[in-house]
C-alpha cells in the first residue's frame, strides 16, 4: 500500500525514526535517570520520589536479584504490583539487568496466575501482600525460586507508610493471611546497596517483555518483545509528540495500570526521556483518589481509557476543577466514543487524542495528530510503521473499503512465547502482522476501525476472549455447554453475557458466577447469565456466535 499517510504528517514528524540512537532500554533509563536526577519521577498518596531516588533503589533491587538471587541476563521476573514507585522499581531493576520481565495483572485468580507462571518459566516474583495468598495458591509446579513481598506503604517515609499498612491490614482487613518463604521488598534494597549492581551487556535483540495477551485470537500467550520493539515505540511516540510536550515540564496523571502495555511503555519508560513526572493511581476505579490527586497535583497530560473518562464527565468535582494547566489526554485500550470525547473537551477545554494499538505492537500502532485530532478514527500510522488493508482472500483491499487491518515496523513483536503455530497463524507471508481488526483508510490516510474480525470483547480496555470464559463456565458439573459474547455497557463500554445450557436443573446464576470468580479475574466474569434449552449452531456442529449475539 502506498504510504498515502505521509502527506498527512504534522509538519515536526519524521517519516522514520533513527533506532541507533541506543543498544538498549538500560541506556534510556540511565540517560533520563541521570538528566532528570533532582526531578521529580513519582507522585503516589502524598509522597515524592525523584529520578534519583527510584533509580538507586532500581540498581539496589537488581544487585539483590543478581548476588543473592542468582538471576542472569534472559531470566524471567514477574512483576505482580498495581500502580506504585515499587512497581517503577522493579522495571527498571530488570530493565538494568537484562532480566525479562512478565507483567502480571495483580486481580488474576491463582488459576490464572499459575498458568502464567508455568508457561513463561519465570523464577521469581515480586508481589503486594495483599495478593499474596493468590500467589500462595498458584505457585505448585512453577520455577519460582525467590520471592520479594512488599506492602503498599513500603516506600513512604516510616510514619506515615507504617500507618497505611497498618489501616490495610487491621482496619479494611484487605490483606489475607498467607504463608510464603519470602524477602520483604525494603529489605531486599538493603541487602542489594551492600552488593552492588553489575552491569551487563543488553543489544537490541534481546528479549525485554513477556507480555501475557489473549493475541488476536485464542487463549491468553506472551507476546515476546524485544530492547528493539519497546525501543521503536517509545521513540515512535516522542518523535509524534515532539513540540507538545517539554523536557522536566509534564505532569503526567497515570490511573492505567503499569502492568499494562500501553501505560507501562508510555508511561513507565517513555515519558522518562522527557523528564516528566508520573502521578500514580493505585487504584483507577477509586475516582475520589483521581479527584484528590488532581487538586494536590494538576497535571498537564492526561493517559486514560474511555469508561474513565465518561466517569469523570458525570462527576461533578472534575467538572468544577481548573483544567488550564492541562494540554491534552491520550485515549487508548478501547475506542473514545463521540459523546465522550465531546463531554471532555466540554469540561477541560482539551482533547483527547486517540490512538490505536496491541500488545503485540508494544503497543501504539496509528495515533491522531495532537493539534489537529479528529472523533471517530484511530489516526495515522506511526513513522516506520507499514500497514495494509486485506480481504478474506489476503488481497489488498481499494482505499476506502474495509479489510483486515495488518502491521509491519520495528514495534511489531516477533512471536508468541513457545508457541510457533499461533505466531504462523497471526503473519502474512509477507511479514505483517494480521490484528484480527477490520478498518477502513480514507483518502489522507487516516484509518478507523469499522468491526472486530475476531469476537474478543473489551471490558473497560480489557481483552476478554470467549473461548477462555467459556473454558471455565463448560468446566462447572452443572453446565451442559455455553457461549459467551459482548453486549453493549454504559459504564465498562462491553460486559461479558453468557448463554448457558444446564446439566444440573437445579443451578442458577449466582452459583455460576461465583464458580467463575474462582478461576477468572473479575472483569471476565459474565456480568448477566441467561440459560436457554438449545444454543445455535451450523450442520457440523459449531456453535454460531453471531446468532447467538441475536438471541441475546
Known sequence: MEKIWLKSYPSHVPAKIDLSQYNSLAEVIDEFCQKFADADLVHCLGSRFTYKDIYKRAKNFASYLQNECGFKKGDR???????????LVALYACIMAGIVIVNINPMCTHYELAGRLKNSGTKGILVLENFAKTLQEGLEDTDIESIIVTSVGDMMPFLKGSLINFVLRYVKRVVPKYNLKSVNFNKAVEIGEKDGFRAVEI????TAFLQYTGGTTGEPKAAVLSQRNILANLLQMLAWLDG???DGTESVLAPLPLYHIFAMTICGIALGLKGASQILIPDARNISS?????KKEPCTVFVGVNTLFRALNHNEEFKKMDHSKMKFAVGGGASVEQDVFEGWMDITGKPIIEGYGLTESSP???VNPVRMPEMNTIGLPLPSTDVKLLDLEGNEVKLGKPGELCVKGPQVMSGYWHAEEETKAVFTNDGYLKTGDIAVMDKRGFLNIVDRKKDMIV????NVYPSEVEKVINNHPGVLES???GVPSERSGEQVKALVVKEDPNLDDDSLKAYCRE???RYKVPKIIKFVDLLPKSPVGKILRRVAREMG
Open 244 to 246: 507538545d510536550i517539554k
Open 519 to 521: 478461576y477468572m479475574t
Open 364 to 366: 501504539v500502532v496509528t
Open 77 to 87: 521476573f514477574a512483576i505482580m504490583l498495581p500502580n506504585l514507585p515499587q512497581y
Open 290 to 294: 483521581i479527584i484528590r490527586a488532581l
Open 203 to 206: 543489544s537490541q535483540n534481546c
Open 483 to 485: 457461549v459467551v459474547i
Open 459 to 462: 471490558v473497560s480496555g480489557f
